[in-house]
């Protein structure tokens, strides 16, 4: 036919081919990962502008991240010249409802210069709600009600939907009563939350024909990548729009679904066929990406879900190395010898960009920041903040430059109201008055203008007690070491409990990023030492051209891939996550183990997997036990490498004798109790790690960062 003389085309495989000319009427694409499902909707899109059965601008197009679409608008770019750039509606779900909803924002009651707030306003805003209402904010946190609204939003249901389940969700039926005062309350300041953004668009969709139409009469193609992390009211809204022309085409692969904690349904791929009859199913089964060996542990190990909806891979490439599992000691010997495999690869030929390190929880950069720096490789963090330049750490280290250093007026800034202690910035105002007339820093300002009249007397207090920590902190700290100092500091400033009363994952990660920076500290022998690190850490972001190391977590990985993937941390406990083991239900677990599948799955030629026999905390040694992902990798792709006796191996023959032990151990305990196990699991733990200094049995949490007592730092 003329379309297979075409080189756009030509390069295809059939089915891939198939979806690329099958142009009108509902087309799923549902294949594995790597069998260019994103590649064929790339292409699709330059056909139906080569073709000309569309103009850029009526193609609407739904990437999962900005950056997706970036690359996307780039490769078609390629393929068709400057028309991409008049695509307005290639975007995230996010950007393009925005875009969308400043044509139509009076129909919601804003105007079309509304504001988009952050999480932060947002809890502000709910906080204040829950104060003028006499609510007590401890019982029932501000974010809490941030959670249950942004569930609700993205499951499409506005106040008046929820049901008495969904209203008993919040301070006991105070649910609904609460969403409708903050939408109320939003749309009085002209704003809208990130939720609202697509909200909003579907009630307009909805409610008004008019706009409908004109909406379907604009986009002749939708297009959806990543189609398995859509969530309910992206659903909604996308079948909305496409039930006119019924031009949709979505791609997605069921065992990538990891965004269920963000409400994405995997539902909404069976619900498809039925929304849209007569749908296209393609399936592509080649994979292009990966060797077979790397194949072949990632189908291994997610064929141990339960619930899937089954493929097959195939792949022509070379077999290539099996998927190495390397068990090292602890965690500066994992970054110590990741990077040196770094730097092997490097010599034999490979570039930095490259190879990636996946992490499972953001906290786990840190070990790789230090230990690059170090040694100058250079790496980015994608998707996240570096350490250091995480809100709470920079809080923390705020704190310690103050009592390394009394002059630091922009630490001092950075801490003097947080956690909140009711110092606005009037007070603010007036210290920095007092602290220029006298030509002294903030911190000495504070202290004599706490004996002064010129504040209220309560703030004057508050000034005086802050520096009054700030001088007992500072004479401990020629006595203890760096982390204990930290900790005492966390503690009494009330900044630990601030986190803690919160009960969110949020928090939950905060506290746990504070736990690292005091395993970081472990290693100084004072304050100065330490931050003088930091400096250095911070100062390190190397111009933008030079080949990095990408260091990102696997949510941000998806979709993308590189040669050599290396995938630290598979521990319980750090991956499958705490949390995921706490829950102890099967679904959490089978999306942990999809996880996984995504991450073995960004690699083309090798895949190493490193967990460590301990960890440290507090100073502590915590023995871990290797991830039961290691032990469900097939043993035929897969060569285990390990310094210590025993090794995985006697892991994998403990499983296999007790069956799988977490089944009961979750059951009988449901806290956080994993590492304090039944005896054989405890022996197997430290027969895996024969001679630590001090064996403990903590568990590795963020509780337990908060759960230090105060009284043993600072005081002895
Ligand atoms: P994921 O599920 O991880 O998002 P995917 O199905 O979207 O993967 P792509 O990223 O589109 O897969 O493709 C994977 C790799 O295979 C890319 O490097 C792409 O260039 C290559 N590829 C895709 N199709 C072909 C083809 N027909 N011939 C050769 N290479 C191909
Ligand atoms: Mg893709």
Same mark, same amino acid.
């Given at each position: 036919s003329a379309a297979s003389s075409d080189p756009l085309i030509d390069g295809l495989n059939p089915p891939q081919r198939e979806a690329v000319l099958t142009t009108e009427g509902p087309v799923l694409m549902l294949a594995g990962a790597g069998t260019g499902k994103t590649a064929a909707l790339t292409t699709r899109l330059a056909h139906l502008v080569r073709a000309r059965l569309a103009w850029p601008s009526e193609i609407l197009c739904v990437?999962?991240? @900005?950056?997706? &679409?970036?690359?996307?608008?780039?490769?078609?770019? %390629?393929?068709? =010249?400057?028309? !991409?750039?008049?695509?307005?509606?290639?975007?995230?779900?996010?950007?393009?409802?925005?875009?969308?909803?400043?044509? %139509? &924002? $009076?129909?919601?009651?804003?105007?079309? @210069?509304?504001?988009?707030?952050?999480?932060?306003?947002?809890?502000?805003?709910?906080? *204040?709600?829950?104060?003028?209402?006499?609510? /007590?904010?401890?019982?029932?946190?501000?974010?809490q009600l941030a959670g249950c609204i942004d569930r609700w939003k993205n499951r499409g249901l506005n106040p008046a939907d929820l049901d008495a389940g969904e209203n008993e969700a919040y301070a006991n039926g105070k649910g609904q009563k609460f969403y409708q005062l903050y939408q109320d309350r939003l749309k009085a300041l002209n704003a809208c939350d990130f939720g609202d953004l697509l909200l909003h668009m579907l009630n307009i969709l909805r409610q008004d024909r008019e706009v409908l139409e004109q909406y379907r009469q604009r986009f002749k193609y939708v297009m959806v990548d990543e189609y398995q992390d859509t969530n309910q009211v992206q659903y909604l809204w996308l079948r909305l729009l496409a039930q006119g022309r019924q031009n949709i085409c979505v791609v997605g692969d069921d065992d990538q679904s990891i965004y269920s904690w963000r409400g994405a349904e995997v539902a909404n791929i069976l619900r498809f066929e039925k929304d849209f009859p007569g749908t296209k199913v393609i399936r592509l089964e080649q994979n292009y990406r990966s060797t077979p060996q790397i194949l072949a542990a990632a189908s291994g190990l997610i064929s141990e879900n339960s619930e899937r909806l089954g493929k097959t891979l195939w792949t022509e490439r070379h077999p290539g190395d099996p998927v190495r599992v390397i068990g090292?000691?602890?965690?500066?010997?994992?970054?110590?010898?990741?990077?040196?495999?770094?730097?092997?690869?490097?010599?034999?030929?490979?570039?930095?960009a490259q190879m990636a390190i996946l992490v499972r929880a953001q906290y786990q950069t840190r070990e790789f920041e230090d230990r690059f720096i170090q040694i100058g490789l250079n790496y980015r963090i994608v998707g996240g903040f570096r350490f250091y330049e995480r809100a709470e750490i920079r809080d923390a280290l705020g704190y310690l430059r103050v009592i390394a250093q009394s002059a630091d007026d922009l630490a001092f800034e950075r801490i003097y109201n947080t956690p909140k202690r009711?110092? =606005?910035?009037?007070a603010l105002e007036k210290l920095h008055v007092h602290a220029r007339r006298r030509g002294i820093p903030l911190a000495a300002a504070a202290i004599e203008i706490a004996d002064s009249d010129e504040l209220p007397a309560? &703030?004057? @207090?508050?000034?005086?007690?802050?520096?009054?920590?700030? &001088?007992?902190?500072?004479?401990?700290?020629?006595?203890?070491?760096?982390?204990?100092?930290?900790?005492?500091?966390?503690?009494?400033?009330?900044?630990?409990?601030?986190? *803690?009363?919160?009960?969110?994952?949020?928090?939950?990660?905060?506290?746990?990023?504070?736990? $690292?920076?005091?395993?970081?500290?472990?290693?100084? /022998?004072?304050?100065? /030492?330490?931050?003088? %690190?930091?400096?250095? !850490?911070?100062? @390190?972001?190397?111009?933008?051209?030079?080949?990095?190391?990408t260091i990102m977590t696997m949510h941000a990985a998806k979709g993308l891939e590189f040669e050599h993937v290396f995938l630290p941390g598979w521990e319980e406990g750090v991956f499958?996550?705490?949390?995921?083991?706490?829950?102890?239900?099967?679904?959490?677990?089978?999306?942990?183990?999809?996880?996984?599948?995504v991450a073995i799955t960004r690699a083309r030629r090798r895949c190493t997997i490193i967990h460590a026999a301990n960890r440290r905390i507090y100073g502590q040694w915590t023995s871990s036990i290797p991830s039961r992902f290691v032990a469900e990798l097939p043993a035929d792709h897969v060569v285990q490498e390990t310094t210590m006796s025993g090794g995985a191996?006697?892991?994998?023959?403990?499983?296999?004798? %007790?069956? /799988?032990?977490?089944?009961? !151990?979750a059951r009988a305990q449901p806290s956080r109790t994993m590492t304090r196990g039944p005896g054989w699991q405890r022996a197997a733990a430290q027969e895996y790690s024969p001679a630590p200094k001090r064996i403990v049995e903590t568990t590795r949490s963020a509780a337990s960062f908060a759960a230090k007592p105060r009284r043993d730092v600072g005081t002895g």
């Amino acid at each position: 036919s003329a379309a297979s003389s075409d080189p756009l085309i030509d390069g295809l495989n059939p089915p891939q081919r198939e979806a690329v000319l099958t142009t009108e009427g509902p087309v799923l694409m549902l294949a594995g990962a790597g069998t260019g499902k994103t590649a064929a909707l790339t292409t699709r899109l330059a056909h139906l502008v080569r073709a000309r059965l569309a103009w850029p601008s009526e193609i609407l197009c739904v990437t999962f991240t @900005n950056r997706a &679409a970036r690359e996307m608008r780039e490769r078609v770019g %390629h393929m068709v =010249g400057p028309a !991409v750039e008049v695509m307005p509606w290639l975007g995230t779900f996010h950007s393009i409802a925005a875009k969308m909803l400043r044509r %139509h &924002a $009076e129909l919601v009651g804003l105007q079309s @210069n509304y504001t988009i707030i952050d999480t932060d306003d947002q809890l502000r805003l709910l906080k *204040q709600l829950i104060q003028a209402e006499g609510l /007590d904010e401890k019982r029932w946190p501000a974010r809490q009600l941030a959670g249950c609204i942004d569930r609700w939003k993205n499951r499409g249901l506005n106040p008046a939907d929820l049901d008495a389940g969904e209203n008993e969700a919040y301070a006991n039926g105070k649910g609904q009563k609460f969403y409708q005062l903050y939408q109320d309350r939003l749309k009085a300041l002209n704003a809208c939350d990130f939720g609202d953004l697509l909200l909003h668009m579907l009630n307009i969709l909805r409610q008004d024909r008019e706009v409908l139409e004109q909406y379907r009469q604009r986009f002749k193609y939708v297009m959806v990548d990543e189609y398995q992390d859509t969530n309910q009211v992206q659903y909604l809204w996308l079948r909305l729009l496409a039930q006119g022309r019924q031009n949709i085409c979505v791609v997605g692969d069921d065992d990538q679904s990891i965004y269920s904690w963000r409400g994405a349904e995997v539902a909404n791929i069976l619900r498809f066929e039925k929304d849209f009859p007569g749908t296209k199913v393609i399936r592509l089964e080649q994979n292009y990406r990966s060797t077979p060996q790397i194949l072949a542990a990632a189908s291994g190990l997610i064929s141990e879900n339960s619930e899937r909806l089954g493929k097959t891979l195939w792949t022509e490439r070379h077999p290539g190395d099996p998927v190495r599992v390397i068990g090292v000691w602890d965690g500066p010997e994992e970054a110590r010898r990741i990077g040196e495999e770094i730097e092997r690869l490097e010599r034999e030929g490979a570039t930095l960009a490259q190879m990636a390190i996946l992490v499972r929880a953001q906290y786990q950069t840190r070990e790789f920041e230090d230990r690059f720096i170090q040694i100058g490789l250079n790496y980015r963090i994608v998707g996240g903040f570096r350490f250091y330049e995480r809100a709470e750490i920079r809080d923390a280290l705020g704190y310690l430059r103050v009592i390394a250093q009394s002059a630091d007026d922009l630490a001092f800034e950075r801490i003097y109201n947080t956690p909140k202690r009711g110092l =606005g910035s009037k007070a603010l105002e007036k210290l920095h008055v007092h602290a220029r007339r006298r030509g002294i820093p903030l911190a000495a300002a504070a202290i004599e203008i706490a004996d002064s009249d010129e504040l209220p007397a309560r &703030a004057r @207090n508050t000034f005086l007690a802050l520096m009054r920590d700030f &001088a007992r902190w500072r004479d401990t700290s020629s006595t203890v070491s760096p982390a204990d100092l930290l900790r005492t500091v966390m503690d009494e400033s009330g900044y630990t409990d601030a986190l *803690q009363a919160e009960k969110t994952a949020e928090a939950a990660g905060r506290l746990e990023n504070l736990a $690292e920076l005091a395993r970081a500290m472990e290693e100084y /022998d004072t304050l100065g /030492d330490f931050l003088e %690190h930091v400096s250095l !850490v911070m100062d @390190n972001e190397a111009a933008d051209e030079t080949e990095k190391v990408t260091i990102m977590t696997m949510h941000a990985a998806k979709g993308l891939e590189f040669e050599h993937v290396f995938l630290p941390g598979w521990e319980e406990g750090v991956f499958p996550s705490q949390r995921a083991i706490d829950e102890g239900g099967l679904a959490s677990l089978e999306e942990e183990r999809r996880l996984a599948y995504v991450a073995i799955t960004r690699a083309r030629r090798r895949c190493t997997i490193i967990h460590a026999a301990n960890r440290r905390i507090y100073g502590q040694w915590t023995s871990s036990i290797p991830s039961r992902f290691v032990a469900e990798l097939p043993a035929d792709h897969v060569v285990q490498e390990t310094t210590m006796s025993g090794g995985a191996s006697l892991w994998r023959a403990q499983w296999s004798e %007790h069956g /799988d032990p977490f089944a009961d !151990v979750a059951r009988a305990q449901p806290s956080r109790t994993m590492t304090r196990g039944p005896g054989w699991q405890r022996a197997a733990a430290q027969e895996y790690s024969p001679a630590p200094k001090r064996i403990v049995e903590t568990t590795r949490s963020a509780a337990s960062f908060a759960a230090k007592p105060r009284r043993d730092v600072g005081t002895g």
